[in-house]
């Protein structure tokens, strides 16, 4: 075996919330593996692309209010015009809304979906239909939850969102798989990133957080890492419709 079906050299790949977080840590990650990376944010990626410039990599923005589902057709083709056919998309952008359940809005359940779910299977509907027009497949790696297994406190909404992404990533895998298109999901546990911030500042939230969470520490963007490569690279060419955990050991508890 050659540990080149790892590499993603020549390869072009789209990642949606591009500008932090764990979007950031998988974009540095694609290029050190040799890929052209599209960010797709809703403002400046510039500290990404600082990043990834110390190692001479190649990253484009395409700047895009995720929430705005028109945007679409001109997100595929910016990202086209970039470095050539796209081969692999990403979506990782998501929103958390913290509310008691007897209190969420139905604003913000929309909100909350809109981006999570809706946006999440038609950007990934419009690329595939390019893949499977052209007949040379893709990667698509959704960004699931530990809300994709269990109920979570104060966020039906992501919950429900988390789940469905889960759930797509079956459904669109069993349509696309013949089309050589891999779907596949990253189940990130909790790690440090704006999303988690609130929670890492609750003083008891986050000592029973970290109390059950088996490796003792949260985890960070580079956790991802491994696991975004290995989904977008050759090496995963037979892997289809799975949820892959990169949680600590969260759920073998
Ligand atoms: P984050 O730092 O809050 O990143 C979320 C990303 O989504 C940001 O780039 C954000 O952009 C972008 N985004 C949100 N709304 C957008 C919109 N309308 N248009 C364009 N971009 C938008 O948190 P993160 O932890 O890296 O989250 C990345 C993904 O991992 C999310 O899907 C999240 O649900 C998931 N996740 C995170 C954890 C965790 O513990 N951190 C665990 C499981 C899953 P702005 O910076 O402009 O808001």
New binding site residues.
Partial sequence: MSLNMFSLEGKTAVV??????????ICVAYAQAGANVIG????SCQETADKIAVFSGNFTEVI?????ISLIPRIVEEAGKAYGRVDILV??????KRCDAADVTMEDWDSVIN??EKMVFFLSQAFAKTWIADGKGGKIIN?????SYQGGIRVPA?TAS?SAVMGMTKAMANEWASHNINVNAI??????????EN?RKDGQRSEEILSRIPAGR??T?EDIAGAAIFLASDAAAYVHGFTLAVDGGWLAR
């Fill in positions: 949606t919330g591009a500008n932090t977080g764990l979007g950031q840590g797709v944010a809703r403002r895009a209010d995720l929430s705005d979506n990782n952008a998501g929103i958390i981006i999570n960004i699931a939850s530990m809300l992501y988390k189940a990130p546990g909790y790690m440090a990133t704006n999303n988690t929670l949260w985890g963007p």
